[in-house]
């Protein structure tokens, strides 16, 4: 049994330092997703910390069957479903037919040091984009989940996650790319 | 170049310097205090335990008058002999009994069963609940 089974076990049991040793884990990541997606600062928080209230409240119901880190951005994302009305809507409405050609393997680690400029640019890029691409880009390039996985935290089809990271992430290309270009 | 050709050229070669910069870029930072916030948002959704009186509760009281009753036997035969219904009436009056006794005495037996009082509900080692109900008689 992993480590973090056992703080489930124990947290299910009402053990709160297990529960909070698992927000610890998990906060930053959570906390990311709806950062990137609301409008503010508070806002995120409140809804991350929503998220783990909930997954608090509901932890009985967590069978185990899935990651647990999934079940919680699932909680996320729902909640953010309720707050940005548009949201689940601009994601359903993304045409999976171009989605051929994507890759599932995560991202490979590079050696090679990148000026954090770069960085903070493509934070902003992100922060550009329509609020269902950043939703799929932060999921998948940030939180690190497969597409099988964000096909289930954010309840679509397997072709329309493919499909919306690849159009975010030219989306993206772009963006940086005209940026850089105009330097 | 087909749409699918196009795809791949983009993602074989074109996405190692995203990819790079994705694996550079990390998850934002939290606001300060936030699992302290969201722990303290929690604990209170924690149901007390169910207040139930149990027969253990009541053993410090069994033992507390025990010796009261014993102290009191103790004291009205130091009282002298009573053979009537009066005598043993009026052997409870109370400026008998506490002439049958001295000061210290006295002092020495209502401290006794004071600390006996206080520290019963604490001598149920392992249990996670106090006789919060017996505390609050003597606080």
Redesign the interface.
Known sequence: MTAEKILIKRAKGGDTRAFEALVNHHARYVFTLTNRLLPNTQEAEDLAQETFIRAWQNLAKFRGDAQFRTWLYRIATNLCYNRLPNLKRDLAAVDPDDSVGLSDQTPRIETQMIRNEAVVELSDAINTLPESYRLLIVLRHVNELSYQEIAQVTDLPLGTVKTGIFRARKMLKDRLESAWVSK | MS??EM??D??DH???Q??????????????AG??G???T???P??EPEPFRIQWLDFVPAFVVAAMGALLLFIWLGAAGAHTSFEQSFNAWRLDQVLGSISDVQMVILCGAIGMLWVIMPYMRSGSKRRNVWFLSLVQ
Do not use: V
């Open positions: 749409d699918f795809q791949h983009y993602n074109n996405d190692d995203l990819n790079q910069l994705f694996e550079q870029l990390g998850p934002d930072a939290l606001p936030f699992i916030r969201t722990m948002s929690i604990r959704t924690i």
